[in-house]
């Protein structure tokens, strides 16, 4: 094949499900090649979709949050963000996760943009919402399972941190990379 060739679109024969857990499905999903006349089973795991908030304050701080990760087995600093439930747009779960992990609520709010988490194994996507002048307004509601650390911090100097991998998730690094181009354009230019 040329390597300049357009990839072929699989064929989708069917799947089933191999495990199902509170947040994920774990799929066995059948293709066809039909340019290679080959199938074969590939694993997917089938998620909602996730919100990641970049909510900034009137004084130009980004909200954080610290928590314990079970993937990595170690505490994360992140912005906040959870799984959309169904039927929600992600500017209202957005809203709705910033303030049930901060008690922070702001407006305007917008999408930044989405991003598939990692589309060689997952189907679901992540939405990077904008929340501005974003101030304590509550009090939090975690899940049973949560304890945040809640925080702030200058703009930039979290800019820093995901670029210097103080900020190791991806979809928060994601976040920010979105909200800097945005940044950029919202400030003056310095001064020759």
Request: hydrophobic share 40%; net charge negative.
């Amino acid at each position: 094949m040329n390597a300049g060739a357009e990839p072929e679109r699989l064929l989708k024969l069917g799947e089933r499900s191999l495990a199902s857990t509170r947040v994920l499905e774990l799929r066995s999903v059948r293709f066809r090649s039909l340019r290679r006349a080959t199938e074969g089973d590939y694993t997917v795991i089938a998620a909602p979709d996730w919100v990641n908030v970049v909510a900034l304050t009137a004084s130009d701080r980004l909200v954080l949050v610290r928590q314990f990760r079970y993937g990595i087995d170690d505490l994360s600093l992140e912005i906040p963000g959870g799984v959309i439930e169904a039927g929600e747009d992600p500017i209202s779960a957005g809203q709705r996760e910033l303030g049930e992990e901060t008690g922070f609520a702001g407006s305007p709010a917008r999408l930044l943009g989405s991003v598939h988490p990692n589309p060689a194994i997952q189907n679901n996507r992540c939405h990077l919402v904008l929340v501005e002048n974003a101030e304590l307004r509550g009090d939090t509601a975690w899940d049973h399972d949560e304890e945040i650390e809640v925080s702030t911090a200058p703009v930039e100097e979290v800019l820093e941190w995901a670029r210097t991998g103080r900020i190791t998730h991806s979809l928060v690094v994601c976040g920010l990379f979105m909200f800097e181009r945005w940044w950029a354009g919202r400030r003056p230019a310095p001064p020759v």
